[in-house]
């Protein structure tokens, strides 16, 4: 209890020191009419674990940016919080044949700096992701986008596309304003999109702030102002919850949850999701160019003692595959692997390591990614492979490992379909930044993720989503660990937030009782 106190009392410290710090962007959270203060809040405060690396949604694919940018920017379609896809920019559309989808736009969509969304904005926005090649892997079967008039957009794809919409509908498709400065210095400092907030200020690694659009398509948003706040610490959020400085806080401890459910002034939400944890190992390097290796780690490693440690056993095992339960194409008995440190011991010797070996376990700043490393570090140690820590700030790290600089490392993924899923991970397209930091690919497996995503045949496709699953289990150049569970804090008086199993969060919907 005194630990509780005085953790309290710290962090009650830090936050208060934090907010006074933070200038205009701190300021006040209530509206006045002129007549003297109504005391109406307006301005939700965001607890994050983790800090947005871009305000460019076509940089990079990322959690920590993408909970920012997605309140930005629209897309033609989009998944709502029970995973449906709904009309977004696109108002309809039709699919003319197995290779081409007709998109009727919004008309009087504005972007931020008031101009007009065009087709020629869908196109350039759509072209702009196809040529990045840290998001484009999930786009380049678009082989034509064009321009029928205004508000008519039509795209073919180079072969059947089953997962087109689902494709369109990810942060990465977001849609920009072709006149707006998309430089990547310039972009970042003033983004221009269609969403529901816009950008006021971000200094990277602090506090981002966003107000609201008062010209949305979909209706100005009730609350005016948000302000993302990156505290990585589980317990320092929850206590922001607490002391009434944090309005919303995503990703809360277990333990936190369950010392808050008592809390009259505090509302908890908890989801299922579609975000799995993995431990990688880069197979351009020795010794995980070794494929026994790589079985030996997945030998080592016990999933349920994982979950019980990092997520007090509030998660699913992940099954040693990157599919969670909820996505089409899951299967639960991919592989034989289980908990078994003589196994690995013996595969190790066969691999020429008898004695084990020493390496590196890469992991970012966030607390879930420090305790994983913690219970990894361990597991591995039992087996004599002795991982050395190394800590990086998340974007630091998200660049280093694309650029496969990293020996293991431990991540996430989170993906609305299997192609997505399984091309991030393991396609030639998307080696380094788009997802694969492994690097391990083989034709086998590229032709098999192909075929799977063109054909027309939903039995076929799923068949071949079970064996690349039970391939990729064998060669193991990943250990899938655990399927998240979604949660987030928020006051009493904050209501219509829902947790989107994407993990990005919509806040337009929220609202201040």
């Given at each position: 209890?005194?630990?509780?106190?005085?953790?309290?009392f710290?962090?009650?410290?830090?936050?208060?020191?934090?907010?006074?710090?933070?200038?205009?962007?701190g300021?006040?959270?209530?509206?006045?009419?002129?007549?003297?203060?109504?005391?109406?809040?307006?301005?939700?405060?965001?607890?994050?674990?983790e800090?947005?690396t871009?305000?460019d949604?076509?940089?990079q694919?990322?959690?920590?940016?993408?909970?920012?940018?997605?309140?930005?920017?629209?897309?033609?379609?989009?998944?709502?919080?029970?995973?449906?896809?709904?009309?977004?920019?696109?108002?309809?559309?039709?699919?003319i044949?197995?290779?081409?989808?007709?998109?009727?736009?919004?008309?009087?969509?504005?972007?931020?700096?008031?101009?007009?969304?065009?087709?020629?904005?869908?196109?350039?926005?759509?072209?702009?992701?196809?040529?990045?090649?840290?998001?484009?892997?999930?786009?380049l079967?678009?082989?034509?986008?064009?321009?029928?008039?205004?508000?008519?957009?039509?795209?073919?794809t180079?072969?059947?596309f089953?997962a087109?919409?689902?494709?369109?509908?990810?942060?990465?498709?977001?849609?920009?304003?072709?006149?707006?400065?998309?430089?990547?210095?310039?972009?970042?400092?003033?983004?221009v999109?269609?969403?529901?907030?816009?950008?006021?200020?971000?200094?990277?690694?602090?506090?981002?702030?966003?107000e609201?659009?008062?010209?949305?398509?979909g209706?100005?948003?009730?609350?005016?102002?948000?302000i993302?706040?990156?505290?990585?610490?589980?317990?320092?959020?929850?206590?922001?919850l607490?002391?009434?400085?944090?309005?919303?806080?995503?990703?809360?401890?277990?333990?936190?949850?369950e010392?808050?459910?008592?809390?009259?002034?505090?509302?908890?939400?908890?989801?299922?999701?579609t975000?799995?944890?993995?431990?990688?190992?880069?197979v351009?390097?020795?010794?995980?160019?070794?494929?026994?290796?790589?079985?030996?780690?997945?030998y080592?490693?016990d999933?349920?003692?994982?979950?019980?440690l990092v997520?007090?056993?509030?998660?699913?095992?992940?099954?040693?595959?990157?599919?969670?339960?909820?996505?089409?194409?899951?299967?639960?008995?991919?592989?034989?692997?289980?908990?078994?440190?003589?196994?690995?011991?013996?595969?190790?010797?066969?691999?020429?390591?008898?004695?084990?070996?020493?390496?590196?376990l890469?992991?970012?700043?966030s607390?879930?990614?420090?305790?994983?490393?913690v219970?990894?570090?361990?597991?591995?140690?039992?087996?004599?492979i002795?991982?050395?820590?190394?800590?990086?700030?998340n974007g630091?790290?998200?660049?280093?490992?694309?650029?496969g600089?990293?020996?293991m490392?431990?991540m996430?993924?989170t993906s609305?379909?299997?192609d997505?899923?399984?091309?991030?991970?393991?396609?030639?397209?998307?080696l380094?930044?788009?997802?694969?930091?492994?690097?391990?690919?083989?034709?086998?497996?590229?032709?098999?993720?192909?075929?799977a995503?063109?054909t027309?045949?939903?039995?076929?496709?799923?068949?071949?989503?079970?064996?690349?699953?039970s391939?990729?289990?064998?060669?193991?150049?990943?250990?899938p660990l655990?399927?998240?569970?979604?949660n987030?804090?928020?006051q009493?008086?904050?209501?219509?937030?829902?947790?989107?199993?994407?993990?990005?969060?919509y806040?337009?919907?929220?609202?201040?009782?």
């Amino acid at each position: 209890m005194k630990k509780r106190v005085f953790a309290l009392f710290t962090a009650m410290f830090l936050l208060c020191g934090m907010l006074a710090g933070c200038g205009p962007t701190g300021s006040s959270s209530t509206t006045s009419d002129g007549a003297g203060d109504t005391g109406t809040k307006d301005t939700l405060i965001v607890a994050i674990p983790e800090s947005p690396t871009y305000m460019d949604p076509m940089v990079q694919a990322s959690i920590g940016t993408y909970r920012v940018t997605t309140q930005m920017f629209d897309r033609l379609v989009m998944m709502d919080t029970d995973m449906n896809l709904v009309p977004a920019l696109a108002e309809s559309w039709e699919v003319i044949d197995d290779t081409t989808t007709v998109f009727h736009l919004r008309q009087g969509v504005k972007f931020h700096n008031g101009e007009e969304m065009t087709s020629e904005d869908v196109k350039y926005s759509l072209e702009r992701c196809i040529a990045n090649p840290g998001v484009n892997y999930n786009y380049l079967i678009i082989d034509s986008i064009t321009c029928d008039d205004d508000y008519t957009v039509t795209i073919k794809t180079s072969e059947p596309f089953n997962a087109l919409l689902y494709r369109l509908s990810l942060d990465a498709a977001s849609i920009i304003c072709k006149s707006a400065d998309t430089s990547a210095e310039e972009f970042n400092k003033h983004p221009v999109g269609t969403g529901p907030f816009k950008f006021v200020s971000w200094e990277l690694g602090g506090d981002v702030v966003l107000e609201a659009f008062e010209d949305y398509w979909g209706g100005a948003p009730a609350v005016k102002r948000i302000i993302f706040r990156t505290i990585p610490e589980a317990l320092n959020r929850t206590i922001g919850l607490e002391t009434g400085e944090v309005d919303l806080a995503y990703d809360l401890g277990i333990t936190d949850l369950e010392s808050l459910a008592g809390n009259e002034s505090v509302t908890t939400l908890t989801s299922p999701s579609t975000t799995v944890w993995f431990v990688g190992m880069n197979v351009q390097k020795a010794p995980f160019d070794n494929e026994k290796v790589r079985q030996a780690v997945a030998y080592a490693l016990d999933p349920q003692g994982y979950i019980d440690l990092v997520f007090s056993g509030e998660a699913t095992p992940a099954n040693y595959t990157m599919l969670p339960p909820s996505v089409d194409g899951y299967v639960s008995d991919c592989s034989d692997y289980s908990y078994n440190v003589e196994k690995a011991k013996e595969l190790l010797a066969e691999a020429g390591y008898p004695d084990g070996f020493s390496t590196t376990l890469w992991c970012s700043d966030s607390q879930v990614m420090r305790d994983s490393a913690v219970v990894i570090q361990e597991q591995l140690r039992q087996v004599g492979i002795n991982a050395e820590v190394k800590t990086l700030e998340n974007g630091q790290f998200t660049s280093e490992t694309g650029n496969g600089a990293h020996d293991m490392f431990i991540m996430s993924k989170t993906s609305i379909d299997p192609d997505s899923m399984l091309r991030s991970m393991y396609h030639t397209e998307a080696l380094g930044p788009s997802g694969n930091r492994c690097f391990w690919t083989t034709p086998e497996v590229d032709a098999m993720i192909d075929e799977a995503s063109t054909t027309t045949d939903t039995e076929r496709a799923m068949e071949l989503y079970a064996e690349i699953q039970s391939k990729v289990a064998e060669a193991a150049p990943l250990v899938p660990l655990a399927v998240e569970h979604l949660n987030a804090g928020m006051q009493s008086n904050v209501k219509g937030f829902g947790l989107y199993p994407g993990k990005s969060h919509y806040i337009n919907g929220t609202y201040f009782e």
